[in-house]
C-alpha cells in the first residue's frame, strides 16, 4: 500500500525521491500522531510542559491554563512538499467543570490523506497538578484502496508545577497501540511516551526540554529556548535529533490574536516552514 503512494507523491521531486530511497519512505507518511502549532515547532516540539492553544495535540493537561475561549488555525508545508501538507484546527472551551478541546487536522493532499478528530477534557486537580484526557478518531485514504480505513484511540497527560517557574509534564499517546484494519492486515500506529519540562527564568526567557519515546524509535531528545526581547515579540529556537533537526521561529501578539512562524530545518531534505494564528475572546 505505502509503495504505490509513495511512487505518486515523489515522482514530482525526483531529487527527494532518491533521498528517500536512503532514508526509508516511512520517515515522512508512516501513519502518525503529527503535532500542530508553530511555537511549538520553532521549539523542537520540546512542549508536553507548556499551556497553549495547541495543547490538544500535546499535552492535554496544558488546556488548565487558557482562561477564555479561544481558538487556533495551523499550516505547515513539509520540505516544501504541498503533498505532504499539515493543516489543523484547535478550539477550547473554558467551563465551572473544567476545560474542553476539541481539534482536527489534515496531513496529505489530493488521494492520500491522514485526518485526525480529537475531543478532550482537561481539569485542574488542585493548585500543583493539571491533568487532561483527549478521544482520538483516525482515519486515512490511498489513492489505491477504494474506501478509508480508521480506528479510535486515546491520548492523557498531567503537568505538575511545584513552583511558579518549574512545570513538569507527561503524556502518552495511543497506549493501547491500536492501529487500522487494512485488506493487507492491521497496521498498528506506536504509543508514545513524553516527558519534559520548562523553566521560565524571568518574563523574558523560557527554556525547555523533553524526551519522547516509542516502540520503534530510540529515545529523541527535544530542546527549545524562548526570548522575548520586547513586549509582545518572542523569538524561538530548537534543536532535536538523531538525526539532528535545527527549529527556529517567532511570535507577535497584536491585541487578542497572536500570530507564529516556525521553520524546521532537516539535514538532507531541507526546510520545512509553517504558520499558526491564535484568537482569544
Known amino acids: ?35 500542530a502549532g508553530a511555537r511549538s515547532l520553532a521549539l523542537s516540539n520540546a512542549f508536553v510542559s507548556i499551556s497553549d492553544v495547541w495543547s490538544t495535540f500535546h499535552n492535554q493537561a496544558g488546556l488548565t491554563g ?22 489543523a484546527g484547535s478550539f477550547i472551551l473554558p467551563v465551572n467543570a473544567g476545560t474542553f478541546g476539541f481539534s482536527f487536522s489534515q496531513f496529505g493532499q ?58 513538569l509534564g507527561a503524556h502518552v499517546f495511543n497506549p493501547i497501540s491500536n492501529g487500522i484494519e487494512t485488506l493487507e492486515g ?14 521560565n527564568f524571568d518574563e523574558m526567557v523560557l527554556l525547555t526540554v523533553e524526551i519522547q519515546k516509542d516502540y520503534e524509535h530510540p529515545f529523541l ?12 515579540l518572542a523569538l524561538r529556537f530548537g534543536v532535536s535529533g538523531k538525526p539532528v533537526n535545527y527549529t527556529a521561529g517567532l511570535g507577535y501578539t497584536f491585541g487578542k490574536i497572536t500570530t507564529d512562524i516556525g521553520f524546521g530545518y532537516h539535514g538532507n531534505l531541507g526546510l520545512t516552514p509553517s504558520i499558526s494564528m491564535q484568537f482569544r475572546l
Open 1 to 35: 500500500m505505502f509503495q504505490f503512494t509513495s511512487f505518486v507523491l515523489l515522482m514530482r521531486r525526483p531529487f527527494l525521491t532518491l533521498l528517500i530511497c536512503i532514508l526509508g519512505f516511512q520517515y515522512l507518511v508512516a501513519l502518525e500522531n503529527h503535532p
Open 66 to 87: 487558557i482562561e477564555y475561549f479561544s481558538a487556533g488555525v495551523f499550516y505547515e508545508s513539509r520540505f516544501m512538499i504541498d503533498e505532504l501538507s499539515h493543516s
Open 110 to 167: 489530493g488521494s492520500f490523506k491522514e485526518n485526525k478528530l480529537g475531543l478532550a477534557f482537561a481539569k485542574q486537580l488542585s493548585e500543583k497538578f493539571h491533568a487532561g484526557i483527549q478521544l482520538d478518531y483516525f482515519l486515512q485514504r490511498f489513492p489505491e484502496n477504494s474506501s478509508a480505513f480508521g480506528f479510535a484511540t486515546f491520548e492523557a497527560g498531567i503537568i505538575y508545577s511545584p513552583n511558579k517557574k518549574l512545570f
Open 186 to 199: 492491521k497496521q498498528k500506529m506506536p504509543a508514545i511516551f513524553r516527558f519534559g519540562g520548562h523553566y
Open 221 to 232: 531528545l527535544k530542546t527549545g529556548i524562548e526570548f522575548s526581547p520586547v513586549e509582545n
